[in-house]
């Protein structure tokens, strides 16, 4: 810490005074930026001539002199991680998605934990407050995509939209069990109101293994089988 350095990178989150920047993918591609000199937003290239500091554990960038070198830029990918992978600070400052049952929806603060079964990853509100919605309930399945901050000895996603924060259900709005809260299709939908479900429409058998099975599904969702 104390070291002044120069650096270029995508801004790919806004929260207030802080903002993270990302140069390329990968682990330590990102950092967080505290007090920019002027107004950022998401896509924005810049260059930033700052100090590294420590603020309660969270690497950061202060006293920044920023430079917008162009606008609209495509942003980094996200890392798709385990929840567990998350808890560590190569990912810090870095854009993350995890997908996972919520576990405790009221860790308080605004904070929420979900797991895929190799650890908890914590989810915050600096940008978008996905307890709102009244969908994160113990059990449900999100994924989450923001960058990753640490505060209170904890790493957390941070979403910065309702994009980032999406719940698998059923979304069409046909089906019996339409959630309009979800954004990602599970195949759970059910059509009560349809003449037919998915039905065996052909067989076939020839010589040897040569046998087969055609499945015709005449509704507009995608099923699990």
Sequence with gaps: TGQTLVTTGIVTGVFGCLASVQDGTGAYSGIWLFGSNV???????VEITATVSEYYG????????VVILSLGNELPAS?????????????EG????VTGEVVDPA???GEWSLSDGSGDARVDDRGYDALLTGAVVAGSTWEVTGPLDYSFSNFKIQPRSADDALLYGCTN??????????????????FDNLDCGVFFSEYGEGGGNNKYLEIFNPTPEPVAL
């Design 39 to 45: 107004n950022l937003t998401v896509g924005d290239e």
């Design 107 to 109: 860790l308080g603060f």
């Design 79 to 91: 890392e798709a991680l385990g929840t567990a992978a998350v808890a560590d600070e190569q990912w």
């Design 58 to 65: 969270l690497t950061q960038l202060s006293s920044p002199s």
């Design 173 to 190: 709005a046909q089906a019996t069990n339409y959630n309009p809260a979800a954004g990602i299709p599970d195949g759970s939908c059910v």
């Design 94 to 97: 870095v854009l993350v998605t």
